[in-house]
């Protein structure tokens, strides 16, 4: 038994107690709503595309807006990750704070679990890979990284928390992003309390951003070339991209919205106004949807200049 397997199955053991009613009240497969009339109201949690949908987790319920309407969808409570793939229109992944991973396949309308063997811990993050949507990976909190490469029927345990700062740290958000590592395959970001970090999806360790080919400058020793990094000591809330542009990516700190168009090497603050939820269109890595205290707004210049998102038509 590898050490990974013996923490996996420690943490499933202490996780699971008391956990053992996960998901039974959540979600009944059933038809939307239509609700012409609703908008997003409250803080919206999450936002997520489907094609050209708009998902948005909110005090009340899963919403999602096509051709200018907004539905409610059947769901019991409010998701606290969303995520979808532009490979797989209609497929939506929802992850709740009690643990529960659930998954449609026809835009919303119905539902079918995908948490099983998960530890029943808070679902913080869920991710698709960029380049194999039947791979899901899965932020827990007081956890680690899990992954799934059947869509969602199966799960194992592949990575613990990255240790920064001289602690472990949850992961609180997660992209796939579609550059090559150096070590085979491609890189997983994550965002933390303490900054944002890295691994490739072999999972062999956690690395900072750094310029360059990452195993050229591991095996030589050299050390990073000076960079406009994010601000230090802020958590790193929310990250987004649109997988066929992965060299642009947004982070949501407290401080505001950062954009990178080095794939996270170099940073410059885009929005000063901290967000509760953010999302690219895979369709056009320029169209950005984010949501503040104000309510939602929207971005045609890959969130440098924003408008409130008009209700009165598709944004």
């Not at 997520?48 to 807006?65: C, H, N, S, V």
């Not at 995908?114 to 899965?138: H, K, W």
């Not at 909190?141 to 920064?164: C, H, I, K, N």
């Not at 649109?242 to 407290?254: S, V």
């Amino acid at each position: 038994m590898t050490a990974n397997t013996a923490r996996a199955l420690s943490r499933r053991r202490v996780l699971s107690s008391g956990l053992a009613v996960l998901g039974t009240t959540l979600l009944a497969p059933g038809l939307a709503r239509p609700a012409p009339g609703i908008a997003p109201q409250g803080a919206v949690t999450a936002l997520a595309f489907d094609g050209p949908a708009i998902l948005a987790a909110t005090p009340d319920g899963l919403l999602r807006r096509e051709t200018g309407t907004w539905t409610r969808l059947d769901v019991s409570a409010n998701p606290a990750a969303l995520a979808t793939h532009p490979d797989r229109p209609g497929t939506i992944l929802a992850g709740w704070r009690d643990g529960a991973l659930r998954r449609s396949n026809d835009g919303g309308q119905s539902w079918t679990r995908a948490d099983a063997g998960l530890p029943g811990a808070a679902m913080l993050s869920i991710a698709v890979a960029a380049q194999a949507p039947d791979t899901i990976y899965a932020a827990v909190e007081g956890d680690g990284l899990w992954r799934s490469e059947d869509g969602g029927q199966t799960w194992a345990f592949v990575m613990d928390r990255p240790y920064l700062a001289g602690a472990e740290h949850d992961v609180l958000s997660l992209v796939s992003v579609a550059h090559e590592t150096g070590m085979g395959g491609i890189w997983l970001y994550a965002g933390t309390r303490a900054g944002l970090t890295r691994v490739p999806d072999c999972f062999c360790r956690w690395q900072d951003v750094v310029a360059g080919d990452a195993l050229d400058a591991l095996v030589a020793g050299d050390v990073p070339e000076a960079a406009a990094s994010l601000p230090e000591g802020e958590p790193v809330e929310i990250l987004a991209l649109a997988p066929d542009a992965p060299e642009r990516l947004l982070a949501a700190l407290p401080s505001g919205l950062w954009l990178s168009v080095d794939a996270g090497v170099n940073w410059a603050r885009t929005a000063s106004a901290p967000l509760t939820a953010l999302a690219v269109d895979p369709a056009d890595p320029l169209h950005v949807i984010a949501a503040d205290a104000a309510g939602l707004r929207v971005s045609r210049d890959g969130g440098t200049d924003w408008t409130p998102f008009d209700l009165s038509k598709d944004s």
